[in-house]
Nanobody, 125 residues
Framework: QVQLVESGGGLVQAGGSLRLSCAAS????????MGWFRQAPGKEREFVAL????????GHADSVKGRFTISRDNANYTMYLQMNSLKSEDTAVYYC??????????????????WGQGTQVTVSS
């Protein structure tokens, strides 16, 4: 059974930082690329970032480039999203996902197979 468990969400002021974590089973972590999506109220879920097992495939959405960084600790089957310089428009439920990387020209995204339950991030202005 695939389990993805997020943690680290919360309330932060604009300009602040948060780090999200996603704990996964070993089999999931080895077999799939891992990524983050987010969904703001009234909007569709959108891709944020991905990273594969070896680190050879990585990508961040244009809206978070230079502010957010995805990383993974393969020894502990944990993925992270470091979020700096947070803006009010970053307010959303953030979801951890495991799936397959997909290429769009020079950029990458993730086709999810499995989802976590989500963690709320609220940025106050």
């Amino acid at each position: 059974q695939v389990q993805l468990v997020e943690s680290g969400g919360g309330l932060v002021q604009a300009g602040g930082s948060l780090r999200l974590s996603c704990a996964a089973s070993g089999r999931t972590f080895r077999n799939y690329a891992m990524g983050w999506f987010r969904q703001a109220p009234g909007k569709e879920r959108e891709f944020v970032a991905l990273l594969n097992w070896s680190g050879s495939i990585t990508g961040h959405a244009d809206s978070v480039k230079g502010r957010f960084t995805i990383s993974r600790d393969n020894a502990n089957y944990t993925m992270y999203l470091q979020m700096n310089s947070l803006k009010s428009e970053d307010t959303a439920v953030y979801y951890c996902a495991a799936g397959d990387p997909v290429s769009y020209g020079s950029s990458w995204s993730l086709t999810p197979r499995y989802w976590g339950q989500g963690t709320q991030v609220t940025v106050s202005s």
